[in-house]
């Protein structure tokens, strides 16, 4: 059964720190998405990395994707109270538009 | 101006009815989804369609039918209601075979 799991599930970090969130998934996928979701709200686009290598900024966020590791980091850079929401990261391993999403990491930053 | 648009918001119901949950896109995209978030934040893929057509069925009870008028709105019916049904239900869009899906603002389901 594929599995992706993120880690960690919760993360309390203070504003200006820098962090990681991991995503490792169990299947080969060449396609992985990074999603942000704000407390009762829908979820938003981040990022989708296409290809092993693949690394991609916006702002304090950035993606990357190693496909032979299966793995996707999400690094923190400096991190400001805006950036507290819940970070998903999914894939299509079978390039069905079929999308099995990670466990979640739920980021609060305090000042 | 709202991409992909679901209604209603909120739904609360008592177990046994039966339940729809409509979903519209305008933004010229051919496959739609229907995924369940459950109390603990898990997303899960319920259904696909393309062009009005079933893609992707996922292990659901049959008490949830998904329906495709045309490509741009996916409804999601569901007969007997059980408490477990109760979750946010997102929709989704996208071009088939492209990379990004656009979500809708969910539907939060509250069965009591």
């Known amino acids: 059964e594929l599995k992706v799991e993120q880690n960690p599930l919760f993360l309390s970090m203070q504003e200006g720190k820098n962090y990681t969130i991991y995503c490792n998934y169990s299947t080969t996928s060449d396609r992985l998405y990074w999603y942000r979701q704000d407390p009762g709200k829908s979820l938003e686009s981040l990022f989708v990395l296409l290809s092993n290598g693949a690394v991609k900024q916006e702002g304090r966020l950035m993606a990357s994707l190693d496909t032979k590791a299966r793995l996707s980091t999400l690094h923190i850079t400096a991190a400001v109270h805006d950036l507290s929401a819940t970070y998903f990261c999914a894939v299509d391993p079978y390039n069905t538009d079929k999308l099995i999403f990670g466990t979640g990491t739920r980021l609060q930053v305090f000042p | 101006d709202t991409a992909v648009s679901q209604t209603p918001k909120y739904l609360v119901t008592q177990m046994g009815n039966d339940k729809s949950i409509k979903c519209e896109q305008n933004l010229g995209h051919d496959t739609m989804y229907w995924y369940k978030q459950d109390s603990k934040k898990f997303l899960k893929i319920m259904f696909s369609?393309?062009?009005?057509?079933?893609?992707i069925n996922e292990t659901v009870p049959n008490r949830f039918s998904p329906k495709s008028p045309d490509k741009a709105h996916l409804n999601l019916h569901i007969n007997s209601l059980e408490l477990g049904d109760s979750a946010v239900y997102f929709c989704?869009?996208?071009?088939?075979?492209?990379?990004?899906?656009?979500f809708g603002p969910g539907t939060r389901l509250t069965v009591t």
């Open positions: 369609y393309n062009n009005k057509e079933l893609i």
């Open positions: 989704a869009s996208s071009i088939r075979g492209a990379t990004e899906q656009y």
